[in-house]
């Protein structure tokens, strides 16, 4: 930790949620002299306070230990790169449309990478005219099975949970062109792109 960086980055966030230095003290229960000490990079927090500065802040641990908030300025959100992260302990799923930090379970989860559907692993899309039945026969059992299906467009993205006592089927809405992603538990992240046939005159 370097207390310089990390102490101005306490100072700054503090002053952005218009607190005093007495008001931060009071909540984390410790004297406006260890927060002045923070700030001016003499001292640091210790450990035990870290999460509940974080939350009082706005922030997270990591950025309080590196003294930075790293900022995704190219991406701006692009949904068409939106990113997966699925918990090997509970199996939440978490999206985001840039870089993230996150953890779960106690685990720091990394994006998962799709990979382009190939062969038997790829999902049947029937057109029912003004909507889309997506099926598979891929096995669906407890320890191996597909554990969502999510459909993202240029400006959307839907989630739809799977469990292994169902078969894999699911109705879309038609749009004029997506991405199906899935995550396999055993084989991991899939996407195939979807377009709806042309209508010859």
């Known amino acids: 930790m370097d207390q310089m960086k990390t102490g101005a980055l306490i100072r700054g966030l503090r002053t952005a949620a218009g607190l005093t230095q007495k008001q931060l003290a009071e909540r984390l229960n410790v004297s406006d002299k260890a927060v002045s000490?923070?700030?001016?990079?003499?001292?640091?927090?210790?450990?035990?306070?870290?999460?509940?500065?974080a939350d009082i802040l706005g922030t997270d641990v990591q950025a309080l230990l590196s003294g930075c908030i790293t900022k995704n300025e190219s991406e701006k959100g692009n949904m068409k790169k939106l990113r997966f992260y699925v918990c090997g302990e509970c199996g939440n799923i978490i999206t985001a449309t840039s870089d993230a930090a996150v953890t779960c379970c106690g685990s720091r989860l990394a994006a998962l990478e799709p990979r382009r559907a190939e062969g038997a692993d790829i999902l049947k899309v029937e057109d029912l005219g003004g909507e889309w039945l997506v099926s598979s026969d891929h096995v669906m059992q407890k320890e191996h099975f597909i554990s969502f299906v999510a459909f993202v467009t240029d400006s959307s993205a839907a989630v739809y949970k799977q469990y292994p006592e169902w078969d894999l089927q699911l109705i879309l809405p038609r749009c004029r062109a997506g991405r199906l992603v899935w995550f396999c538990t055993q084989h991991g992240l899939f996407y195939q792109d979807v377009r709806p046939a042309r209508v010859r005159p």
Do not use: F, M, N
């Not at 000490?37 to 870290?50: A, F, H, N, R, Y």
């Open 37 to 53: 000490k923070w700030e001016c990079g003499c001292g640091c927090p210790d450990v035990s306070l870290l999460t509940e500065l």
